[in-house]
């Protein structure tokens, strides 16, 4: 069984820095995609970025430029920098791993969520 922590939410001013951490214990399928995705009270989890254990990325068009998602494979670790921060990113994070195998998803883990509160 896979477990995330996640680490490194809090406050910050608006145009300030973040930066989130998400490890994953236990033994993680070689084929996987780690991400991050968020919710803000009153609206659904969207993604946030992804990237694979083939180094693809994809980032939702509104952290594009801003946001930066990198992974260490030693580590089972992904990580979210997150730069010119705005109010409106506020939210919790949620951090994600996705296994595949033959091409199918085959299991899905989530972290507990670290909340982001940026202030204007």
């Known amino acids: 069984q896979v477990q995330l922590v996640e680490s490194g939410g809090g406050l910050v001013q608006a145009g300030g820095s973040l930066r989130l951490s998400c490890a994953a214990s236990?033994?993680?399928?070689?084929?996987?995609?780690m991400g991050w995705h968020r919710q803000a009270p009153g609206k659904q989890r969207e993604l946030v970025a992804t990237i694979t254990s083939g180094g693809k990325i994809n980032y939702a068009d509104s952290v594009k430029g801003r946001f930066t998602i990198s992974r260490d494979n030693a580590k089972n670790t992904v990580y979210l920098q997150m730069n010119s921060l705005k109010p409106e990113d506020t939210a919790v994070y949620y951090c994600?791993?996705?296994?595949?195998?033959?091409?199918?998803?085959?299991?899905?883990?989530w972290g507990q969520g670290t909340q982001v509160t940026v202030s204007s």
């Open positions: 236990g033994r993680i399928l070689s084929i996987n995609t």
């Open positions: 994600n791993v996705q296994e595949f195998a033959l091409y199918l998803l085959r299991n899905e883990y």
